[in-house]
């Protein structure tokens, strides 16, 4: 799908990277192929103070600092961290900053990433203002240190222009920093258009199996990594070992996963989008996305993450379409190889104010769909016959 459909070309060497990259057997002692998981809390040091390469796990693990390094290399950046989870990432990046700083979120985010910004992170004195993209510039102050946006953003799958936005950032001598947990380093580099800093929920398509929450954070930005990293173990959001041997086995699969993803979403949306029952479908794959060609100018393609409108449905209408598949399963989250299916405007958007809710369009009506992996005549069926219930 991508160079000749429009999108960038694929990111050469994506997936030799993500097999390799680090991850050399020379490196251990058993000269193992398969990255060991070291799950020791502490490391003998030569004398006092005096350690090899690791004194204590939450400043540093060999397991965690090889997924950290490949998944800097996979989002063409020099240096990554891992994070208990997105939200610690997210909390990572806002802790760069002192109270009285002000911070330009776009509106358009995860419900959890909206709270954090605005019942926590305002108590400790950040100043957090909600925008559309079209208000970023008109917003930024003299305070302002920060944009934070999602491309695509959850869950109404708005399209960010990354490059604009970055050059609109610097004009200002301000900070761009990109999540890109719904497109993934195997379509979406956003530090190659500008950006100082990307986020991931390593819980969703990069680690792929439902199975672990982390978060990442990868920069060119010597200073910002000095400065996160310092964030990373004085505030201990760390992930596990375990968790970075599963994520880091992960990967080996991701461009796999991502190609079939993106084959099975673009066929489920194609359907929906000719249903009788289906006012809108919103999935940046198809011409009918607003910003479908931004999408293809910075992206070599898309995931499996995609929403649509039931016409004229009621909340109760949408329960009962949602109780009635089979397949997909009704749950928060995404990025998995299972499908799964969910309303965010009583779900992962509950704690979004309502009022802003209404603006963004996150109505009843709305269900969002992470397609997964599973057979796509399975998919289409099932959604076929939860249609039919409403
Ligand atoms: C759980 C869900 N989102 C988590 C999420 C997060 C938070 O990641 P966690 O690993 O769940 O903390 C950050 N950024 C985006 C774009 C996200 O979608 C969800 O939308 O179902």
Not at 284 to 290: A, Y
């Given at each position: 799908m991508s160079g000749e459909s429009g999108y960038l070309p694929q990111h050469k060497g994506f997936a030799t990277a993500a097999i390799h990259a680090f991850q050399?057997?020379?490196?251990w002692e058993s000269l193992a192929v398969v990255t060991p998981m070291v799950s020791s809390t502490t490391f003998k040091q030569?004398?006092?103070?005096?350690?090899?390469?690791?004194?204590y796990g939450r400043s540093g693990n060999p397991s965690r600092e090889v997924l950290e390094k490949c998944l800097a290399t996979l989002d063409n950046g020099k240096y990554g961290l891992c994070w208990s989870s997105g939200l610690g990432a997210t909390t990572g990046v806002a802790s760069l900053f002192t109270a009285g700083d002000h911070i330009i979120c776009g509106d358009d985010v995860y419900g959890g990433t909206n709270r954090l910004f605005r019942q926590v992170c305002s108590k400790f004195g950040l100043e957090i203002t909600f925008v559309n993209e079209k208000e970023i510039e008109k917003n930024i102050k003299p305070n302002t240190k920060l944009i934070w946006i999602e491309s695509l953003t959850n869950p109404t799958l708005k399209v960010m222009d990354i490059k604009a936005t970055a050059e609109l950032a610097h004009k200002h001598n301000v900070l761009l920093a990109v999540d890109s947990t719904f497109v993934t380093p195997y379509f979406q580099h956003p530090l190659d258009f500008g950006a100082d800093l990307v986020i991931h929920s390593?819980?969703?398509?990069?680690?792929?199996?439902?199975?672990v929450i982390m978060g990442a954070t990868i920069t060119n930005n010597k200073e910002i990594y000095d400065k996160l990293k310092f964030l990373q173990n004085s505030m201990g959001i760390i992930p596990a070992p375990f968790d970075c041997y599963q994520v880091t086995r992960s990967l080996k699969t991701l461009a796999l996963r991502m190609q079939q993803h993106m084959k099975n979403s673009i066929q489920v949306a194609k359907f929906l989008e000719k249903h009788?029952?289906?006012?809108r479908v919103v999935h940046?794959?198809?011409?009918?996305?607003?910003q479908h060609d931004i999408f293809k100018r910075q992206s070599s393609g898309c995931s499996g993450i995609m929403s649509f409108y039931l016409k004229n449905a009621t909340l109760e209408q949408s329960r009962t379409f949602l109780s009635a598949l089979k397949i997909f399963t009704l749950a928060e989250s995404l990025g998995g190889y299972e499908s799964l299916a969910e309303l965010?405007?009583?779900?992962?958007?509950?704690?979004?104010?309502e009022d802003q809710r209404k603006v963004l369009k996150i109505t009843d009506d709305l269900i969002r769909l992470s397609v997964g992996l599973e057979d796509i005549e399975d998919l289409i069926s099932d959604l076929q016959q939860a249609l039919e219930k409403i």
């Open positions: 050399e057997p020379e490196q030569y004398g006092p103070a005096n350690f090899k390469k690791y004194e390593i819980t969703k398509y990069i680690n792929g199996h439902s199975d009788p029952k289906v006012a940046p794959g198809l011409p009918s996305h607003p965010p405007s009583v779900m992962t958007h509950a704690s979004v104010p």
